[in-house]
C-alpha cells in the first residue's frame, strides 16, 4: 500500500512533463493519492496541461483555471473544490514568476517596484492565499509543500528578484507551519536543484549552473524531477508526520558544500 492510499489533494504548477508539479504529482499518484489540477486560464494553456496530465495516466482528471495572481479566480478554484471533492488532504504549490528581463546578471539592482512586487506576489504570497483556501477544506489534517531554491539563502547570478522572492516563501512556509500546526496540518518547501523547465529557462546563464552543479555537488550530478516528485510525496504523507515549518534540500547536496 501506498504512504497516500486515500489521500487527495490540489497540486498546481503543471505546465508540461517537465514541471516539477507533474513529477510531484507522478510521485503522489504512484503511492496512491489523487491529485486535482489547475492550469493558467485560457484555452491553450489548459489543452496543454490537459496533455501532460494524460501522460500521467489520470482517467477524468479534475482541472480547473487559476490565475493565483488574481483573488476571484483563487475564489472560484477553490469554492469548485469546496463544493466538488470536498476535502482534501494536501496541496502542491508549485508556481512561480518574475519579468525574465530582470533575470540577467547585473539586473537586480534596478529591478522596478512592479517587477519586484509581481514577483513576490505570485511566488510568495500566493503560498498564503492557498493556504488560507485549503485549510479549511483540511479537516483531518494534512501536509503542505511548495517549492524553493537556493537562490533564496546565497546570491546566485541572474536569479536576482526571484532569489528574494523565494526567501519570502521560505519564511511564508515557517509562518504558515506556525498557525496551522494546532490544526495538525503541517506546510514545508523544498528547495529543489536546477532543472529545465520552462520558468528556469528564463533565467539568465541556467546552463552554467547545471554545469557547475554537476562538478560540485557531493553526488556529482544533478537532481532529477523523480528525486523531487519522491522527497514532496513523502513530506505530504504520514512517514514525515513530525516534519514541518522547513526547507529542505532535495540538491544531490550542493548547498552543503562551502566551495
Ligand atoms: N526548475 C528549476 O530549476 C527549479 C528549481 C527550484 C525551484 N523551482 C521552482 O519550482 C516551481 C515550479 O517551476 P518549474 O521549474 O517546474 O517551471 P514550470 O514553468 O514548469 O512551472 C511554473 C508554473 O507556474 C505557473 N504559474 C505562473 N504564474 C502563475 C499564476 N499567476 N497563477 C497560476 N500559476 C502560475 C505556470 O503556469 C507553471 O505551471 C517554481 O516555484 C520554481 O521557482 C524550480
Known sequence: MGCLEGKTGLVTGVANDRSYAWFIAQSIIREGGTCLFTHLPGEKMERRVRKAVDALGVEEPWLRPMD??????????????????????FLVHSIAFADRDWLREGKFTATPREVFTQAMDISAWTYAAMANRAAPLMTDGGGMVSMSYYGAEKAVPGYNVMGVAKAALEATTRYLAMELGQQNIRVNSISGGPIRTMSSMAVG????????????????????????GDSAAWLLSPHASGVTGQTIYVDCGYSSMGL
Open 68 to 89: 493565483a495572481s488574481c483573488d476571484d479566480s483563487l475564489d472560484a478554484a477553490f469554492d469548485e473544490i469546496a463544493s466538488g471533492p470536498g476535502k482534501i488532504d
Open 205 to 228: 546563464g541556467f546552463s552554467q549552473i547545471l554545469d557547475w552543479v554537476e562538478q560540485k555537488a557531493p553526488l556529482r550530478r544533478n537532481v532529477t524531477g523523480e528525486d523531487v
